[in-house]
């Protein structure tokens, strides 16, 4: 295993470029065996769930050819109806959009349940509830969650709660479904319109993505196209308050501004300076920072996958701060490790205080889950000791190269391998 080193207290300036949304990769990769012909993805990240994604469409027969870096070829004509393998779909929450994806290939799905981020209570009722209303019999038997269906048919389906993952299931699923489908209470995040224009540029006919009410008619062959994915922008916030927790100056590059606007607003409110340009943000860092209130909501409010990222800036701020989590009910396994650092944080609930204290210390500290990694990096590198953060794993699923990317802007971060008797011991 491995582990970061941060020697913080280094101002973040000059450039970095954001890679591909991963959110809208997981999503994009297992729709391309929906058709009949070779696809090619651009600005694809370069990240562990990605990688788990194309593993995952080998297993089921499909070519996969790396072209570089963020271009990926996939030929899906041979792909067979076989089942994931366990272990490829227990290690992230993406590997439940091959149930859609293969149900509407084959009428069939074998998908173990997905693993993912721990954060409390992640069940699968609406993606269960929107393939049984369009015709799918389901059942969930060690660990596998099997679907099979005779016919796919168009449907009218109002989400009880608002749920990236069962949106974007149920698009798929109802994509070469006969007729109509009309989803409500729908997801409204960036990954899920550039999910419906990939498939539109594949022959779907999809309408409303990005709004409460997705129409799709279903469509008898979808064909292969090449697609470039959105950036992420949670990726992009994610170095935008790096950048503001070391009072830094700097040029966040390959960005689209409207995709980031939740967080804009937020940080503008703190007092961080940020300037729009056509794809790029300059952050301007300050001494100070004034506290906020805000709630996590589903897009186009304050994102989740943000939370706590800013609660590590928050933890400079003058005065309290209040972050209500909205999404998710255990968000904030973090809070104990920033606690290690000097933070002032008290949680009840989904409520988490933070009142603002003057720096934060270097400590050794462990990430709990992708984001969580995250806000300790952003905490080692506003402080001005040294930061040992350990389970990087968690965040190289979701950030390509970080560190990399932080070092060419002035961070002094590097990777330590744990020897093997250390790690037993730990
Ligand atoms: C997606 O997770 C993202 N993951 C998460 O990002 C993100 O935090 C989340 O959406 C919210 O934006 C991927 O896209 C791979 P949800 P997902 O279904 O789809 C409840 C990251 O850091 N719910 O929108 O699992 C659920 O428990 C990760 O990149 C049900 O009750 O999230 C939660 O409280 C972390 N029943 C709320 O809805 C269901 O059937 C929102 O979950 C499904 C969800």
């Known amino acids: 295993m491995e582990k970061f080193i941060i020697n913080g207290g280094n101002r973040l300036t000059g450039e970095v470029e954001i890679s591909g949304a991963k959110n809208a990769a997981v999503a994009i990769i297992p729709a391309t065996l929906l058709a009949d012909s070779p696809c090619i993805l ?3 990240p370069n990240i562990n769930d990605v990688s788990i994604d194309l593993r995952i469409l080998r297993e089921l027969g499909a070519e996969v050819t790396v072209i570089n870096n963020s ?19 227990r290690s992230m929450r993406a590997s439940y959009y091959f149930l859609g994806t293969l149900l509407s290939k084959f009428r069939h799905a074998s998908v173990p349940m997905p693993g993912g981020c721990d954060l409390g209570d992640r069940p699968m009722d609406q993606h269960l509830k929107c393939f049984r209303a369009l015709g799918s019999n389901y059942t969930i038997e060690h660990g596998i969650v099997e679907l099979d269906a005779d016919f796919l048919f168009g449907t009218q389906i109002y989400f009880d709660k608002v749920s990236v993952g069962a949106t974007i299931n149920a698009m798929l699923a109802a994509v070469k479904a006969e007729g109509l489908t009309i989803l409500e209470n729908s997801a409204k995040e960036p990954h899920i319109v550039d999910l419906a224009n990939f498939l539109n540029s594949m022959g779907a006919d999809i309408m409303g993505a990005g709004t409460d009410v997705i129409k799709i008619r279903g469509v008898s062959e979808l064909h292969g196209a090449t697609y470039s994915i959105i950036p992420d922008q949670i990726e992009a916030g994610t170095f935008m308050i790096a950048v503001a927790a070391t009072k830094g100056d700097a040029l966040i590059k390959n960005v689209i501004p409207k995709h980031l606007e939740p967080i804009t607003s937020k940080l503008r409110k703190i007092g961080v300076v940020v300037m729009e340009y056509d794809d790029s943000v300059r952050v301007i860092g300050q001494d100070s920072y004034e506290r906020i209130t805000v709630k996590t909501m589903p897009h186009p409010g304050f994102p989740t996958d943000m939370q706590p990222q800013l609660a590590a800036l928050l933890t400079l701020a003058k005065g309290t701060s209040i972050i209500n989590e909205g999404i998710f009910d255990n968000r904030f396994r973090y809070v104990d490790e920033l606690r290690r650092m000097g933070a002032d944080i008290s949680v009840d609930g989904n409520v988490a205080m933070i009142e603002g204290v003057s720096h934060l210390t270097g400590a050794p500290v462990k990430a709990s889950d992708l984001r969580a990694g995250a806000a300790l990096i952003i905490a080692g590198l506003s402080t001005n000791g040294t930061t040992e953060i350990e389970d990087i794993y968690h ?12 070092r060419k802007m002035g961070a002094d971060i590097y990777k330590r391998e744990i020897p093997a008797n250390i790690r037993k011991a730990l």
Do not use: C, F, Q
């Not at 965040?395 to 932080?406: C, Q, T």
């Open 71 to 89: 271009t990926i070829r996939i030929d899906p004509r041979n792909i067979r109806d076989v089942a994931v393998p366990y272990e490829l779909a």
């Open 395 to 406: 965040v190289e699923r979701g950030y390509e190269n970080m560190d990399e990317k932080l």
């Open 42 to 44: 651009e600005n694809v």
